[in-house]
């Protein structure tokens, strides 16, 4: 088979991961992909350095109204902004549209996966799928990694208009949790939807002799008890919270270390700085930008950090940690109990805004030895039942040959 993934993409993160992983664990050798991608997308290039089995990259440039906004300063209110968002998006459709279409009558497949960061997700993820059902190409799955939205107000005909030829041309609509999955009908136009299923991420992290080490990175002494925190920059992600977590945890730790790397705009980059600055000042906090290959460092820490505030439908690193065990401090949105495991299985389970409480768990976790271990066991067994890559990819594998099967008949 080939197999056609469509991926639009502004951050390095959770979604390149599973990209990588799809394909490297997929079972069938003979298979062949095709991964199309935005060439602004900035974690490309470590995409293509990170897959290691036979792949053909096309990296087009069809125009994108935030990649287009995101080259000027923002002198406009973020509210008036969106507006020319929009409208700019209402012009470029009929160009995306003709663009994808000759990209796919160019470089079908045997099967198409839409990759999306949620829903609605990329301006161009839902055209390829559509595109793809309109000239009448099989195993049309869209993919997406986060919980689905409402419409938004003053644009609902628009979303509706584009829901209901999803709802027409997508064979498959899967989530990386139940949650996420059941998210989707939130929609009006995909409350009757039955062809929805979720596939737990599978993830590998692989250490070789030339690895990160965090130690030498931020300086950090050997001995030291690192926390570390992985997530882009985004409001959602918590920054601000766990650096108010950290303020109170660290009080009578001196040797308690936070380390957090992300990407993001400058704007998302400045905010953390000041928040850093602002609610820890004098604590051991060590900033720094996206690292690819970051995974490597959640085994040379002791804690992983989870501060989400909203819209985490899974969790990517809950399942890095498991694998390494490494116990998990998160909070308990969305799909992360599903991930994590009951409340003290293989982590803490915490309100989002409790900072006395997610304060008191990563204080446990650092002086209660016995507890960390038994943490550390079961999160291993955890990982090896429910998040390998081979079973993630395996399930891809099996619902594109009976997506072509009953297409078949």
């Known amino acids: 088979m080939k197999i056609v993934v469509f991926l639009e993409n502004t951050h390095c993160g959770g979604v390149d991961t599973f990209c990588e992983n799809l394909i490297n664990y997929w079972p069938n050798q003979d298979d062949y992909f095709l991964f199309i991608c935005n060439k602004s997308h900035p974690g490309l290039i470590n995409i293509k350095n990170n897959i290691n089995r036979q792949c053909h990259f096309i990296s ?190 660290s009080k009578n730790a001196p040797d308690m ?33 996206f690292i690819p290959n970051g995974a490597q460092l959640i085994g040379q820490s002791n804690i992983l950090l989870i501060g989400s505030q909203e819209m985490e439908s899974f969790g990517l690193t809950a399942i890095e940690a498991m694998q390494q065990g490494v116990p998990i401090v998160s909070t308990n949105i969305g799909g992360l109990p599903e991930v994590i495991g009951n409340d003290g299985e293989c982590g803490f389970l915490t309100e989002r805004d409790d900072v006395a409480k997610f304060s008191k768990n990563i204080n446990e976790l650092y002086t209660n030895k016995i507890l960390y271990k038994e943490m550390a066991s079961r999160a291993k067994l955890r990982f090896l039942d429910k998040f390998t890559p ?10 594109i040959i009976m997506l072509n099967d009953n297409k078949d008949k």
Request: hydrophobic share 40%; with cysteine.
């Open 60 to 249: 087009h440039v069809i125009p994108i109204s935030w990649a287009m906004f995101s080259k000027y300063p923002p002198i406009f209110p973020y509210r008036v902004i969106r507006i020319f968002r929009f409208l700019i998006r209402f012009f470029l459709l009929p160009i995306q549209f003709y663009k994808i279409k000759r990209l796919f009558q160019t470089n079908h497949g045997d099967a198409l996966l839409s990759v999306s960061g949620g829903y609605p997700g990329g301006e161009t993820c839902r055209l390829a799928s559509i595109v793809w059902g309109q000239i009448g190409l099989k195993g049309n799955i869209y993919n997406f990694h986060n919980l689905a939205q409402p419409p938004r107000l003053g644009i609902g005909w628009y979303e509706a208009i584009m829901d209901k030829l999803l709802f027409k041309y997508v064979d498959s609509f899967i989530g990386v949790s139940k949650i996420c999955t059941d998210s989707l009908r939130i929609r009006p136009s995909f409350k009757t939807l039955n062809n929805l299923q979720y596939i737990y991420n599978g993830v590998n992290v692989t250490v070789n002799n030339n690895s990160l080490d965090i130690h030498s990175m931020f300086d950090i002494p050997e001995g030291a008890f690192i926390c570390l925190m992985l997530g882009t920059y985004e409001k959602r992600k918590g920054h601000e919270f766990i650096f108010k977590v950290f303020e109170h945890a």
């Open 390 to 399: 081979d079973k993630m990819a395996q399930q891809y594998m099996d619902r």
């Open 257 to 289: 270390h936070l380390v957090i790397c992300g990407g993001g705009e400058e704007d998302e980059v400045r905010e953390v700085e000041v928040l850093k600055h602002k609610l820890a000042p004098g604590r051991n906090v060590h900033l720094s930008e």
